[in-house]
């Protein structure tokens, strides 16, 4: 009698640990997404909150950076609560959404700066956590 072993045999400590890191993402995309929302809302709702910088190559008016930083908060909590009931489509469009926050805080670097720095750190993390564990590992 031939028993068929799997390929991959996983742990218990290798599952917990991709469900924990999944779990985090969620937990971060979903915290920094509403960071960005509330962020959004505050350049569009007052310009005088963040530094004026002449002469930058990426200038636009703070209220565009307001309507950019708050639709893609809103795409970040959407893709966040994907996480959190463990769609597939979430896990590729983190990567994808948290990529472009860490590009659109690098653009408006020089209006809030030290807010900025830290939402890149803690999507390089979100991307870090969404790409370490492997693809076909289920929680």
Known sequence: MATTTPKHHRSEGALAAASGLTAFACVMLIMC????????????????VFVSTR??????????WGWIHLALGV???GVGIGLARTATWARVMGIAIASLLIIAN???LPYY???SL???ALYGFVIWALC????DTTY
């Open 55 to 64: 002469n930058y190559v990426f200038q636009f008016n703070l209220t565009s």
């Open 33 to 48: 997404g509403i960071l960005d929302v509330f962020r959004g809302i505050m350049a569009i709702a007052n310009d005088d």
């Open 75 to 77: 795409i970040a909590v």
């Open 132 to 135: 370490v564990v492997e693809r």
């Open 118 to 120: 830290t939402l890149i």
């Open 106 to 108: 690098f653009l408006s």
């Open 113 to 115: 700066p030290f807010w």
